[in-house]
T-cell receptor, first 113, second 109 residues
Framework: NAGVTQTPKFQVLKTGQSMTLQCAQD?????MYWYRQDPGMGLRLIYY???????DKGEVPNGYNVSRLNKREFSLRLESAAPSQTSVYFCASRPTGPGEKLFFGSGTQLSVL | TQLLEQSPQFLSIQEGENLTVYCNSS?????LQWYRQEPGEGPVLLVT?????EVKKLKRLTFQFGDARKDSSLHITAAQPGDTGLYLCAGGSNYKLTFGKGTLLTVNP
């Protein structure tokens, strides 16, 4: 059972470089999410996609873009990486409905030098 | 944005002790969830509480949802080293879940 798969697991970038974090889920979930986790800050929502074809900003969207490529895949792009974007990034998916749980990937540790 | 405040932020105890961690908000939530996260992994759901005043038990873990649905607590009885991890509460709408900053629990043998 793959669940939510994120790639890469680790990445080091120089300031100004761009990259795309990939996420795919095989549970036929409608909603997908990107969170970042920093020490002492918990999980903060960057962007989410309630269903295929829609995306919305979360708490901390600046400096990021997303694409819901199809129902399975939701990518996060950093166009010009900054040191403040050094973080652990988690993708998650969720069935539609109140109280439904999030299924998380294992995270991408990103360092921007 | 609905804010969730968790306390304490850090907790270090000895095996066998009891502990309670709290999740508080000024907003009303239709449901609250508790997740546990281990190093290098994503959070995993422990429980969802939906009804005000609800109490749910999961082995040695007891979860309570406040009557007004603004707060929740997690009580662990006779903590074990395997309980070590980051405990996160989360609440929100159908699509957007907001997380608290978490309680980092260390249970020493």
């Amino acid at each position: 059972n793959a669940g939510v798969t994120q790639t890469p697991k680790f990445q080091v970038l120089k300031t100004g470089q761009s990259m795309t974090l990939q996420c795919a889920q095989d549970m036929n979930h409608n909603s997908m999410y990107w969170y970042r986790q920093d020490p002492g800050m918990g999980l903060r929502l960057i962007y989410y996609s309630a269903s295929e074809g829609t995306t919305d900003k979360g708490e901390v969207p600046n400096g990021y873009n997303v694409s819901r490529l199809n129902k399975r895949e939701f990518s996060l792009r950093l166009e010009s990486a900054a040191p403040s974007q050094t973080s652990v990034y988690f993708c998650a998916s969720r069935p539609t409905g109140p109280g439904e749980k999030l299924f998380f990937g294992s995270g991408t540790q990103l360092s921007v030098l | 944005t609905q804010l969730l405040e968790q306390s304490p932020q850090f907790l270090s105890i000895q095996e066998g002790e009891n502990l309670t961690v709290y999740c508080n908000s000024s907003s009303v939530f239709s449901s609250l969830q508790w997740y546990r996260q281990e190093p290098g992994e994503g959070p995993v759901l422990l429980v969802t509480v939906v009804t005000g005043g609800e109490v749910k038990k999961l082995k040695r873990l007891t979860f309570q949802f406040g009557d007004a649905r603004k707060d929740s607590s997690l009580h662990i009885t006779a903590a074990q080293p395997g309980d070590t991890g980051l405990y996160l509460c989360a609440g929100g709408s159908n699509y957007k879940l907001t997380f608290g900053k978490g309680t980092l629990l260390t249970v020493n043998p």
